[in-house]
């Protein structure tokens, strides 16, 4: 079964500072992708950035990254220059190769930047 | 503008009514996907389609029931066996081509007096 772990329920930072949200995910596909999604208090769901497992290179988007060790089974997203306008609910997620894409959810991490 | 719609955005119904909410895409995608989010929690999925006229269950399908008649359209049902239907629900789709990306509508937020 697949598993994703978001160890961090809050975190608090300075505006304009970096900041890394962790992930950790257990799976046995040895073809699979990892996402992040971010969810402002409107609800919905918006698609930051996906890293495939066989991909060679960290996957970058605009500020994001993330920083994949798929020894570690870590994929975590890395946020540089953290604006006011990123505080909200951030989910990792990940899909398997089988079947449809259905997507298995972390619990979220709730990220505030402070002016 | 393509994308995905869900309707209503605030849904009140009695304890013991069966109630159903739309989700409809134009993003020519194949796969459909229902998710639902409780507070403070991720998201888990309920039911999922693939192809036209065909859906299996996901993580917690008892209590729910879909159908998928069209492509564009995945309707949810939620039924008075669903024990504690209150919850905020998210439609989603994708290509089946497309690995990379499962867009979301804005969802429905149901709450069961």
């Known amino acids: 079964a697949q598993k994703i772990t978001q160890t961090q329920p809050g975190m608090f930072v300075q505006e304009k500072e970096a900041v890394t949200l962790d992930c950790t995910y257990d799976t046995s596909d040895p073809s699979y992708g990892l996402f992040w999604y971010k969810q402002p208090s409107s609800g919905e769901m918006i698609f930051l950035i996906y890293q495939g497992s066989y991909d060679q290179q960290n996957a970058t988007e605009g500020r994001y990254s993330l920083n994949f060790q798929k020894a570690r089974k870590s994929a975590n997203l890395v946020i540089s220059a953290s604006q006011l306008g990123d505080s909200a609910m951030y989910f990792c997620a990940m899909r398997g190769a089988q079947g449809a894409q259905k997507l298995v959810f972390g619990q979220g991490t709730r990220l505030t930047i402070n002016p | 503008d393509g994308g995905i719609t869900q309707s209503p955005k605030y849904l009140f119904r009695k304890e013991g009514q069966n109630v159903t909410l739309s989700c409809e895409q134009n993003?020519?995608?194949?796969?459909m996907y229902w998710y639902r989010q409780d507070p403070g929690q991720g998201l888990r999925l309920i039911y999922y389609?693939?192809?036209?006229?065909?859906?299996q269950k996901g993580d917690i399908a008892e209590g729910y029931s879909v159908s998928r008649e069209k492509k564009e359209s995945f309707p949810l049902t939620v039924t008075s066996a669903q024990k504690n239907p209150t919850a905020f629900y998210l439609c989603a789709s994708n290509s089946v081509s497309s690995y990379n990306e499962q867009f979301f509508g804005p969802g429905t937020r149901l709450t069961v007096l």
């Open positions: 389609s693939q192809i036209v006229n065909d859906f």
């Open positions: 993003l020519n995608h194949d796969a």
